[in-house]
């Protein structure tokens, strides 16, 4: 039966509706609604996979409006399909469910069918029109394929069983809390109220085991992750906050069924600081029935059965330490070199772990890490910023470093595993959106690889996480073909990507002989014309790295071809060098003078004062001049890591900082006095 009944309105509700506006997706669902949200009846295929199930998840609502999700089982087969309106399933009632009082005909129910074993699913609601004493028949008011996301596999198989016990538990039961803190998986049940019908829906939910966290009150807090943008669970509880949930014990058959109020929560911390979750959602018990050996069911894990999306994501343990984490942002913190890896002939890798029970700390893909060591012959620690190397979404920190100066000639020849390097939480604003749909191009020169290489590791994590990858032009250049690191690694990631990433190797010199031509694609530098060349026409975001020259004249030749100036991203090394073409794109930020008059500087934090000379320096050097040490590392605004506050007066820049400041925030590494200012109070 290939024609779907035509729907009159909208087939999403206001809840699911409001869930697909907070990530952007209504229109892009409009569609996708019209398909398979307003179809009335069950495609053959759908008929066919109901009848080989042993069992089915079903949602009900009790007279008392208490919602509730259960199991039936049976042989394949006792389940089936008369017409495509219709679906069949034989069983006989089971007093001691609490979803029984909501299986009466004419009573709305909620049906999933899951094959644990294929994770295949297909979801369904409609209404008993019947009631049988040996089962009863449902007509479809909607049914639609789901995602198979987050189901672990496993085989099932029947037992023998003996007469089941049902019993009222409270939260403080060590059962429930063994089966709910230890669970996989756990199944749904949720409805609303629409157009006068009662509309219920059965979902599954599927994570690491301890995805879901229980309190000592006993409230449930689950993460929901990335799946098919329906909505249809928390876009109920949106709209009537109440549902049921169900536990089973795979290896003895026991169900934990509960009922009780849910609500969504789209600000938390603990978001963020759980991987994978895109929100969470609170369940509060308010009746708890344990069914001991209800069904003749057992299920055995196969073997590498764990779900490919449950394994990308995260931990409530690491949820909590990433949170310490985030708390302890400004300070510097001892991390333990775990593991040292040589790249290239001058760039080296150094893995780093946190040894103090924190967890390591959160940045976006693309940003610096603060590194400060203390130099032989050195009265005061030297900080320097790195790229990080390593993604948000690895269990592991990891910066590359070129030996190029005196600290990372010192992180070469002197840090061994084992030593501890002292670090600040990373930092900057050349960061990227993994998710973004628009296409991707990252073009780097040298160790310029190293944050682009964060953020090709992040979109491909983020696009297999959600089965929709980002598409990536990559472009590395190097002097020779030693040079070129990361070699395996970024080929890895080309394979995982199924075709969305796309490499092209460059060097400036060239191998001759016998080996011209291996290991690179082409020969020179990176410039307009190449781009020109392999690029497909399309709407491109450009991400650039490396030397100021480099930098400065990609920019200017993407200007030239009038690529908005927004689409540029650009990160250099050392000061900040890049000159934007600010008149086309963005208005220039209006700089009050530099003062020509002695300015008094008032260094609120260590009581002392200075007085800063037209011509005598920026404010970082005035601060040493007086015997402070106020934090730095670029001397060009590039870094942030001199980032101030200041509570009086004004400033001008030498150089233009490279990311946005707070009006009371200032870069004094690159900054003097401003016209007007008689006196300047700064934080330091």
Known sequence: MDNASTATGSPWHEGELTLQRSVGAVEMMVGVGQRQMSRTWMPDQHREFYAQLPFVVLGAVDPQGDVWATLRTGQPGFMNSPDPQTLHIDFAPQPDDPAQAGMNAGDAIGLLGIELHTRRRNRMNGTIVRRLDHGVDITVRQAYGNCPRYINLRQYRFVDVQESEALELTVA??????????????????????????????????????????????????????GNLFFNTLGNIQLNPRAGLLFIDFATGDLVQMTGSAEVLLDSPEIAAFQGAERLWRFTPQRIVLRRAAIPLRWDDQADGDSPNSSMTGSWEQAAERLQAEAMRTRWRALRVARIVDESPNIRSFYLEATDGVGLPGFDAGQHLPVRVALQGQAAAVIRTYSVSSAPSDDFLRISVKRDGSVSSHLHDRVQVGDEIEVRAPQGHFIVQATERRPLVLLAAGVGVTPLLSMLREVVYQGLRINRMRPVWMVQSARTVADLAFREEIDALVARSGGKVRVLRMVSQPPVGADAGKGYEAEGRIDIELLKQWLPLNDYDYYLCGPGSFTQALYDGLRGLRIPDDRIHAETFGPSTLVRDVEISLPAVQQVPAASEPVKVLFATSAKEGRWEPGNGTLLELAEARGLSPEFSCRGGSCGTCKTRMTRGQVHYLNTPAMPLAQDEVLICCAVPAQGSETLVLEV
């Open 173 to 226: 039961d060590p059962l429930v809390r063994r089966l709910v803190t230890a669970a996989d998986s756990f199944h749904v049940a949720t409805y609303v109220e629409r157009d006068g019908e009662r509309q219920i829906d059965a979902s599954h939910r599927g994570g690491k085991p301890g995805f879901v966290r229980m309190d000592e009150a006993g409230t449930l807090t689950i993460p929901d992750f990335s």
